[in-house]
């Protein structure tokens, strides 16, 4: 059971809007702490999507959006494309001092 | 450009101890960062195991604090992990990166799949 809820899959057209929830409590996003977000591509290392709620590392296209409002936080990825088929993660950090992953979402595009 | 790399044994038995060495190129581990572990059992999610910083200073998952022990090695710019006595539930890829100061994890190492087998 996973500190921060994901649903365990989305999907989506290229010419849609997906979104993945992320949701924790009052102990990790709710007390300020960031959210970031990670892709991985199945047999490779988690990559940094998001970090600090809303912000993309360079090289990450902008159809990779983020937010943040009160215990929860999102993903968004607006058209997205073949390539983007991947599991999602959640991450932020939680009162107990331990850094706390959501369970993964995998997107597929329809 | 920082890159981490994992290393250590494949296979380790039941009530054994796992032993991974994370070395860091392109950076010194003496920077201002802490230094992460994490591992994904086959086909689950990310558990983040703890993390260290050049000082020697660590931070655990209370859920593992009682077997784990980081180290690291300013000489051989690499930072290691051990975690004692191993369960077939400890199968997995393993992974160490860099933290940032506001937590997320960035770059981070291929990953090392270890198997807790007799």
């Known amino acids: 059971q996973s500190v921060l809820t994901q649903p365990p899959s989305v999907s989506g057209a290229p010419g849609q809007r997906v979104t993945i929830s992320c949701t924790g409590s009052?102990?990790?996003?709710?007390?300020?702490?960031?959210v970031h977000w990670y892709q991985q591509v199945p047999g490779t290392a988690p990559k940094l999507l998001i970090y600090?709620?809303?912000n993309r590392p360079s090289g990450v296209p902008d159809r990779f959006s983020g937010s943040k409002s009160g215990t929860s936080a999102s993903l968004a990825i607006t058209g997205p494309q073949a390539e983007d088929e991947a599991e999602y993660y959640c991450q932020s950090y939680d009162s107990s001092l331990a850094a706390v992953f959501g369970g993964g979402t995998k997107l597929t595009v329809l | 450009q920082v890159q981490l790399q994992e290393s250590g044994p494949g296979l380790v038995k039941p009530s054994g101890t796992l032993s991974l060495t994370c070395t860091v190129s392109?950076?010194?581990?003496?920077?201002?960062?802490?230094w992460t572990w994490v591992r994904q059992p086959p086909g689950k999610g990310l558990e983040w195991i703890g993390e260290?910083?050049?000082?020697?200073?660590?931070v655990y998952n209370p859920s593992l604090k009682s077997r784990v022990t980081m180290s690291i090695d300013k000489s051989q710019n690499h930072f290691s992990l051990k975690l004692r006595s191993v369960t077939a539930a400890d199968t997995a890829v393993y992974y160490c990166?860099?933290?940032?100061?506001?937590?997320?994890?960035?770059?981070w190492g291929r990953g090392a799949l270890v198997s807790v087998s007799s």
């Open positions: 392109g950076g010194s581990i003496s920077e201002n960062n802490w």
């Open positions: 260290i910083v050049h000082t020697g200073n660590t």
């Open positions: 600090d709620n809303i």
């Open positions: 990166a860099r933290s940032s100061p506001t937590n997320y994890f960035d770059p």
């Open positions: 009052k102990s990790n996003i709710g007390a300020g702490f960031n």
